[in-house]
């Protein structure tokens, strides 16, 4: 098992993919994938942080959130959930947003699923979003949304060691 973060951004199928071992049981790194309080500890990348606004984690429910930075700024997103199955993976369409959840269509829109392995020693996390052309992905990576996720990621390491969730 490998507990460095491997990102793969393929311009060839347009996709976005993570994968990542964390030394904590699947129920806890569920939960800090699936619920507001845990997701805006880890979700921004410092000096940024996640905000969210409304959280229904439920199949046509969504997460809206801001992503709020050090001088005050507010760029926000939300993610519709289109399908669930507990403790192993969850499916949902992404993009970014006004404060009200109206999609903004000048930024690519993503579909993806984050899905949940146990293994002896660790929990495997793997996510991967499709985006509709390869210039979609190519917008989001010019975005630094590889360092934002590194950033993201050592934060969620972190935040599990801390043993606050449980």
């Known amino acids: 098992m490998s507990r460095q973060t491997e990102i793969i951004a393929n311009q060839s199928d347009s996709t976005f993919s993570v994968i990542r071992d964390f030394d904590a049981?699947?129920?806890i790194v569920w939960?800090?994938?699936t619920e507001a309080v845990y997701l805006d500890q880890w979700w921004g990348p410092q000096p940024w942080r996640a905000e969210t606004k409304e959280m229904d984690f439920?199949?046509?429910g969504h997460w809206l959130y801001a992503m709020c930075g050090p001088e005050g700024e507010r760029h926000w997103g939300r993610m519709d959930y289109t399908d669930i199955s507990l403790h192993q993976f969850f499916a949902m369409k992404d993009c970014?947003?006004?404060e009200h959840g109206v999609a903004n269509p000048a930024l690519p829109e993503s579909h993806g699923r984050i899905?949940?392995?146990q293994h002896e020693s660790c929990?495997?996390?793997e996510?991967?979003?499709?985006y509709a052309s390869a210039e979609g992905l190519q917008t989001v990576v010019a975005m630094g949304?590889?360092?934002g996720v590194r950033i993201c990621v050592d934060q969620l390491v972190a935040l599990l060691a801390s043993g606050t969730i449980v």
């Open 25 to 27: 049981p699947m129920a």
């Open 31 to 33: 939960r800090a994938y």
């Open 58 to 60: 439920r199949v046509g």
């Open 96 to 98: 970014f947003c006004d």
């Open 115 to 117: 899905s949940f392995h």
């Open 123 to 125: 929990t495997r996390v």
């Open 127 to 130: 996510w991967k979003t499709t």
């Open 145 to 147: 949304m590889e360092q």
